[in-house]
C-alpha cells in the first residue's frame, strides 16, 4: 500500500551530506527532498541482533537522523555468527554501546540514541512516543505483542520481521494508517502460539546470512514508510525460503473478531513464557548441574537422558547420557520400556524442553524424574568449563 512520507523534511543538507548521500540525490524518487526526510526521522530499532544489525547498518549509511537501540544484552561469541554489527573485540560489551559505536564510525552524522534496558510495559510507551517509527527485530512472541501494543496505543507503525532456519518473514503494521487501512500485529497472530511451539533461534538456529536478506529488507520499508515511496508491506505478508530462494506474498487483513488495544498487559503471561504446559498445578522437580555431579560422585544410579536434537547431540553432549531426543521420548512406546520407579535426569540445552518430556511422563505414572535446571549450558558453566558452549 502506498502511503503518504511518514515525516516533514529539514531545511537543508550540508555540502557533505550531499557527497554523502549523492547516490540517493540522484534517484529521482529519492532526490533531495527523500533526504532530507530520512535526516529528519528518529527511528527506534528494537534489538541490535541479527536482524537489529544490518538494519542499524543500512539505515545509519542511508542517513537517517537518529537512531534509537533498545537492547539490554551483552555481545557472545556465539553472537558472531549473524550480528555482524559487533565484533570480536565487543564480547561482553553492550550490545547497544557496540552497535552505536559500529553506528558512529560508519556515518557520524547520525545520532544514536540508547536505551540500554529491556522494554517493559513501564517503560515502552515513553520510549517509543519519542520516535516515528520503530523496527521490531526480537525473537520473541512476548516483546512482539508489547511492541505491537506499545505502537498501537502510541499511533506509531513499525516494520516488523522474524527469522528462523533458513526461513524470514517481513511486514509493516499501522493500527492508525491512513483510509481506514489500519493493521496490526493481533491480525496475523490473534493468539501465541504454544511456547513449545516457538522455539528460538538459539534453540532451532538460524542460517546467518540470512539475517541480512531479511533486515534488508526490513530497512527498505523504513526508508519506504519515511520518504513516502512505493508500495510498502502494510496488508501484506512477506515469506522468504532460502533455500528454494523463493518468496510468496500473502494478503494481510483485520481479523474478523477483534478486542481493542486500550492499554498493556502481562505478556509474559499472555505467551505463557516459563509455563511447560496449560496444567500450571503440575509440579516441575528439578536438579542443579552441581547437585548432579555430586551425586554422580557419590556413586548415585543415575539415567541421564538428553532429549535434544541429533545436532546439538554432535556439537556437545555430557559423559555418560543418553540420546533420545525429545519427540521420540514422548511418545508411549519409549516410556513404556522405562522403568517407572528410576531415577531419570533428563536435560536439553536451556531446560525448556526437558520440562515438556518430564511433564509427559509424570502422566505416565514417573515418580522420580527431574529435569536439569539450565540445561547443559548449566553444566558447562558449573561443572565442565572444558566443554564447548552453543
Known amino acids: 500500500?502506498?502511503?503518504?512520507?511518514?515525516?516533514?523534511?529539514?531545511?537543508?543538507?550540508?555540502?557533505?551530506?550531499?557527497?554523502?548521500?549523492?547516490?540517493?540525490?540522484?534517484?529521482?524518487e529519492v532526490g533531495l527532498e527523500g533526504q532530507k526526510r530520512l535526516k529528519s526521522s528518529k527511528v527506534l530499532v528494537i534489538g541490535a541482533g541479527g536482524l537489529g544489525s544490518p538494519v542499524l547498518l543500512y539505515l545509519a549509511a542511508a542517513g537517517v537522523g537518529t537512531l534509537g537501540i533498545v537492547d539490554f544484552d551483552v555481545v557472545d561469541e556465539s553472537n558472531?555468527?549473524?550480528?555482524?554489527?559487533?565484533?570480536?573485540?565487543?564480547?561482553?560489551?553492550?550490545?547497544?554501546?557496540?552497535?552505536?559505536?559500529?553506528?558512529?564510525?560508519?556515518?557520524?552524522?547520525?545520532?544514536?540514541?540508547?536505551?540500554?534496558?529491556?522494554l517493559e510495559t513501564t517503560?515502552?510507551?515513553?520510549?517509543?512516543?519519542?520516535?516515528?517509527?520503530?523496527?521490531?527485530?526480537?525473537?520473541?512472541?512476548?516483546?512482539?505483542?508489547?511492541?505491537n501494543d506499545a505502537c498501537v496505543l502510541t499511533g506509531k507503525p513499525y516494520v516488523w520481521g522474524?527469522?528462523?532456519?533458513?526461513?524470514?518473514?517481513?511486514?509493516?503494521?499501522?493500527?492508525?494508517?491512513?483510509?481506514?487501512m489500519g493493521l496490526n500485529y493481533r491480525d496475523l497472530y490473534p493468539e501465541p502460539p504454544p511456547s513449545e511451539m516457538?522455539?528460538?533461534?538459539?534453540?532451532?538456529?538460524?542460517?546467518?546470512?540470512?539475517?541480512?536478506?531479511?533486515?534488508?529488507?526490513?530497512?527498505?520499508?523504513?526508508?519506504?514508510?519515511?520518504?513516502?515511496?512505493?508500495?510498502?508491506?502494510?496488508?501484506?505478508?512477506?515469506?522468504?525460503?532460502?533455500?528454494?530462494?523463493s518468496y510468496r506474498f500473502i494478503p494481510l487483513q483485520k481479523a474478523p473478531v477483534r478486542t481493542p488495544i486500550t492499554d498493556l498487559i502481562d505478556y509474559q503471561e499472555f505467551?505463557?513464557?516459563?509455563?511447560?504446559?496449560?496444567?500450571?498445578?503440575?509440579?516441575?522437580?528439578?536438579?542443579?548441574?552441581?547437585?548432579?555431579?555430586?551425586?554422580?560422585?557419590?556413586?548415585?544410579?543415575?539415567?541421564?537422558?538428553?532429549v535434544r536434537g541429533i545436532e546439538e547431540w554432535n556439537i556437545v553432549h555430557?559423559?555418560?547420557?543418553?540420546h533420545i531426543p525429545k519427540n521420540q521420548m514422548m511418545s508411549t512406546e519409549v516410556l513404556a520400556t522405562m522403568n517407572?520407579?528410576?531415577?531419570?535426569?533428563?536435560?536439553?540445552?536451556?531446560?525448556?524442553?526437558?520440562?515438556?518430556?518430564?511433564?509427559?511422563?509424570?502422566?505416565?505414572?514417573f515418580t522420580n524424574v527431574k529435569s536439569l535446571d539450565g540445561g547443559i549450558l548449566a553444566w558447562i558453566k558449573d561443572v565442565d568449563q572444558s566443554l564447548p558452549t552453543y
Open 1 to 28: 500500500m502506498r502511503l503518504p512520507p511518514l515525516v516533514k523534511p529539514v531545511e537543508n543538507l550540508s555540502n557533505h551530506e550531499i557527497s554523502r548521500y549523492s547516490r540517493h540525490l540522484l534517484i529521482p
Open 80 to 118: 558472531l555468527q549473524r550480528q555482524v554489527i559487533h565484533g570480536q573485540s565487543d564480547t561482553g560489551r553492550l550490545k547497544s554501546e557496540s552497535a552505536r559505536d559500529a553506528i558512529n564510525e560508519l556515518n557520524p552524522y547520525v545520532r544514536v540514541q540508547l536505551h540500554s534496558e529491556r
Open 123 to 147: 517503560n515502552a510507551i515513553a520510549i517509543i512516543s519519542a520516535y516515528d517509527l520503530v523496527i521490531d527485530g526480537t525473537d520473541n512472541f512476548a516483546t512482539r505483542y508489547l511492541v
Open 162 to 180: 522474524s527469522i528462523f532456519r533458513f526461513e524470514g518473514q517481513v511486514s509493516v503494521f499501522w493500527e492508525n494508517a491512513p483510509a481506514g
Open 198 to 245: 516457538a522455539p528460538s533461534c538459539a534453540e532451532g538456529g538460524v542460517l546467518g546470512i540470512l539475517c541480512a536478506s531479511i533486515g534488508a529488507m526490513m530497512a527498505t520499508e523504513a526508508i519506504k514508510l519515511i520518504t513516502g515511496i512505493g508500495e510498502t508491506m502494510l496488508g501484506r505478508l512477506a515469506v522468504y525460503d532460502a533455500l528454494d530462494m
Open 271 to 306: 505467551c505463557g513464557v516459563d509455563r511447560p504446559t496449560n496444567d500450571s498445578h503440575i509440579h516441575i522437580p528439578v536438579i542443579s548441574a552441581r547437585e548432579l555431579k555430586t551425586l554422580q560422585e557419590k556413586g548415585e544410579q543415575i539415567q541421564l537422558i538428553d
Open 318 to 322: 555430557i559423559e555418560g547420557a543418553t
Open 340 to 365: 517407572k520407579e528410576g531415577f531419570i535426569v533428563l536435560h536439553c540445552k536451556m531446560g525448556m524442553r526437558s520440562r515438556d518430556v518430564l511433564v509427559e511422563m509424570q502422566k505416565y505414572g
